[in-house]
């Protein structure tokens, strides 16, 4: 079973500069989430997709950062205009979901898009 | 709202040694918690899940437990060894529907 793939591995872009990250979760899992991870700290949530639909985008700066899933797939994150402190590790992860066991919500996770911003 | 804790921080130990590591929520109310292990530069590698009715789980040299009414999940390590360094991490499935992670403990096994 192919794991989380996920594109560009690493990023170097100004300040003010766009970017995008592209994620591909396991075949079949319905649920789809964004985190990102800033240097010695956990990861935080910033959107959380179940199949198309957006569950949870509480954390989302929302004047800077978009995100879509579409049709229920692959997932896109983009930060316009990035700014010095989104220099981050993004991570993307996918669990079914939507199951009635708790190992239906078991997350597993991509390799991460290292950013920095300059 | 849920807040992860996990202490220490850091934590270095020789090779062979059985070790703890910790992790505490603030909303027992929680449908299952999951362990982490994360290499420098690397995506996180899930080791553990356990479910609100289960007490613990194991896998090979990892046992993790978990008791609700204290708020705290622990992970213990047999015989550790040096390629069991690494950060741990543990997130808890609340009723927000989302996980919430702790900030980890960096794991250093010396040989």
């Known amino acids: 079973e192919a794991g989380v793939a996920q594109s560009p591995r690493y990023k170097i872009i100004e300040k003010r500069q766009s970017v995008a990250f592209w994620c591909n979760p396991i075949?079949?899992?319905?649920?789809l989430y964004w985190y990102q991870q800033i240097l010695g700290q956990g990861p935080k949530l910033l959107i959380q997709f179940q199949n198309n639909g957006v569950v949870d985008d509480s954390q989302l700066p929302k004047d800077r950062f978009s995100a879509e899933r579409l049709k229920g797939v692959d997932s896109t994150l983009k930060i316009q205009p990035a700014k010095l402190e989104d220099s981050a590790v993004y991570l993307c992860?996918?669990?079914?979901?939507?199951?009635?066991?708790?190992?239906?919500?078991?997350?597993?996770f991509g390799p991460g898009t290292r950013l920095t911003v300059t | 709202k849920q807040e992860v804790t996990q202490i220490p921080a850091a934590l270095s130990v020789p090779e062979g040694e059985n070790l703890v590591l910790n992790c505490s929520f603030t909303?027992?109310?929680?449908?299952?918690l999951q362990w982490f292990r994360q290499d420098p530069g690397k995506g996180l590698t899930s080791l553990l899940l356990?479910?609100?009715?289960?007490r613990e789980q194991t896998s090979g040299r990892l046992n993790a437990s978990l008791d609700k009414s204290s708020g705290r999940s622990t992970l213990y390590i047999a015989a550790s060894q040096p390629g069991d360094s690494a950060t741990y991490l543990c997130?808890?499935?609340?009723?927000?529907?989302?996980?919430?992670f702790g900030t980890g403990t960096r794991l250093k096994v010396l040989a």
């Open positions: 992860a996918s669990s079914q979901a939507g199951g009635f066991t708790a190992s239906s919500y078991e997350q597993y």
């Open positions: 997130a808890a499935y609340s009723g927000t529907y989302k996980y919430i």
């Open positions: 075949s079949g899992h319905a649920t």
């Open positions: 909303d027992s109310a929680i449908y299952n």
């Open positions: 356990i479910q609100s009715s289960q």
